[in-house]
């Protein structure tokens, strides 16, 4: 976070680039020379090494692991979850779940009331709209029944995925979506059922939820 003058008054928002966080190590890695003496380098450097298949850490390393700038997308999730985040963080339990517990944490996620405070942000509302609307491309139908009416699918998932993984209240779903907010909870609850009653919409959903995490973190971050 930085702090920067608005009108007169002092506001906070993310670094768009590790280097510009005054209080940080990353604008003291991208210097040259090895820095203050206080700043113990062994474990990280190892770690940029290993990820780039070197034999040595090289100092233009750092910044191609860790120094590439925010993508619009992925600042508004930062921002929104510090917005409101606590000690524990959701995020921390859903990073180290192996493939086949994501359908699990999905049902537990789904018994939430709306209104999730917005440090539950995990992707971006557009990188889940755009990994949808690639599925629905391929013309393959995908109805559920969760009641006694069958619904579309993909709608649901793209309403529950956008409540469970972006964070986004009924009113935002329906801003998103094109719909009133009463129409994404109605969709919403039957996202819910859906995951409680039909074990092919679940394992769709946990699959779904892996592709956007592996697509939005870098590989290991989350296995």
């Known amino acids: 976070m930085k702090s920067r003058l608005a009108r007169g008054e002092v506001t906070e928002e993310v670094c768009r680039h590790p280097a510009e966080y005054a209080f940080g190590s990353a604008r003291l890695y991208m210097l040259r020379g090895r820095g203050p003496v206080w700043l113990s380098r062994t474990s990280v450097e190892a ?55 994501i359908a699990a944490w ?39 029944r969760p009641d006694r009416n069958d619904w579309d699918g993909w709608l649901l998932l793209e309403t529950g995925l956008l409540h469970d993984l972006a964070g986004l209240g009924c009113a935002e779903i329906g801003r998103v979506l094109g719909c009133a907010g009463s129409t994404a909870g109605l969709r ?24 956007l995490l592996d697509e939005a973190y870098p590989r290991g971050v989350h296995r």
């Open 188 to 211: 919403l609850q039957r996202h819910r059922r859906a995951l409680a009653v039909c074990r092919m919409y679940a394992e769709a959903a946990g699959r779904i939820t892996r592709v």
């Open 106 to 144: 999905m049902r537990r996620k789904a018994k939430l009331a709306d209104g999730m405070s917005p440090w539950a942000a995990i992707v971006g509302s557009a990188r889940v709209q755009h990994h949808l609307c690639k599925r629905q491309e391929r013309k393959v139908a995908f109805r559920v």
């Open 47 to 101: 770690h940029v090494a290993d990820r780039l298949a070197r034999d040595r850490y090289r100092r233009r390393d750092y910044e191609r692991v860790f120094g590439g700038s925010l993508a619009g997308s992925e600042g508004a999730v930062m921002e929104r979850r510090l917005q409101g985040i606590q000690k524990e963080d959701p995020l921390d339990e859903l990073a180290v779940l192996p493939s086949p517990r």
